[in-house]
T-cell receptor, first 114, second 113 residues
Framework: DTAVSQTPKYLVTQMGNDKSIKCEQN?????MYWYKQDSKKFLKIMFS???????INETVPNRFSPKSPDKAHLNLHINSLELGDSAVYFC?????????????FGPGTRLTVL | AQSVTQLGSHVSVSEGALVLLRCNYS??????LFWYVQYPNQGLQLLLK??????LVKGINGFEAEFKKSETSFHLTKPSAHMSDAAEYFC???????????FGKGTMLLVSP
């Protein structure tokens, strides 16, 4: 039933580890996004994919690598985790990549790096 | 470039009182404007959006917002607050054509009995 789902919901790990977050949408949308919400609740876009093609990469460190195996999935892999990576990561999707398109958000993944 | 300023990181109202959350935008192209709500430990949910049709936009849960180009504003209102309205509210702007969402820093709405 869930339109945009993410796993896991919580992720606690040590500095230097590698971790992945998975996202799936069942809305039939063509565009998917990753956002980072910091401790002050500020939301900033990280990546956007349209039809499995990367279209936005907002000056995110190379340690972050998104992968879209198909239009319904967009995963985020993070290498060599740092303390500053602790945040809530949201996946979202929209029908297209136009300014009028509504983005639908997943429930978020809270990443804590110790 | 686009940006959004939300005045007041926290707004407190009593149950039944008017809710007014302020949002001002800056955009070099005609803007599209959105209000999203985030309940604790949940994702964002769209309340309403302005896409150059009617300037007064009605959304879910009794909220509405008015686009005022002369004031570059898109303030969110609700005539009577309910306890269940307590949440974080985000204003966001995008532009014509291919465009991303730029969010404001959010306003936490606190509702007291």
């Amino acid at each position: 039933d869930t339109a945009v789902s993410q796993t896991p919901k919580y992720l606690v790990t040590q500095m230097g580890n590698d971790k992945s977050i998975k996202c799936e949408q069942n809305l039939g949308h063509d565009t998917m996004y990753w956002y980072k919400q910091d401790s002050k609740k500020f939301l900033k876009i990280m990546f956007s994919y349209n039809n499995k093609e990367l279209i936005i990469n907002e000056t995110v460190p190379n340690r972050f690598s998104p992968k879209s195996p198909d239009k319904a999935h967009l995963n985020l892999h993070i290498n060599s985790l740092e303390l500053g990576d602790s945040a809530v990561y949201f996946c979202a999707s929209s029908q297209g990549f136009y300014g009028t398109d509504t983005q639908y958000f997943g429930p978020g993944t809270r990443l804590t790096v110790l | 470039a686009q940006s959004v300023t939300q005045l007041g990181s926290h707004v407190s109202v009593s149950e039944g009182a008017l809710v007014l959350l302020r949002c001002n935008y800056s955009s070099s192209v005609p803007p599209y404007l959105f209000w999203y709500v985030q309940y604790p430990n949940q994702g964002l949910q769209l309340l309403l959006k302005y896409t150059s049709a009617a300037t007064l936009v009605k959304g879910i849960n009794g909220f509405e917002a008015e686009f005022k180009k002369s004031e570059t504003s898109f303030h969110l209102t609700k005539p009577s607050a309910h306890m269940s309205d307590a949440a974080e509210y985000f204003c966001a702007v995008s532009g014509e054509g291919y465009s991303t969402l730029t969010f404001g820093k959010g306003t936490m709405l606190l509702v007291s009995p």
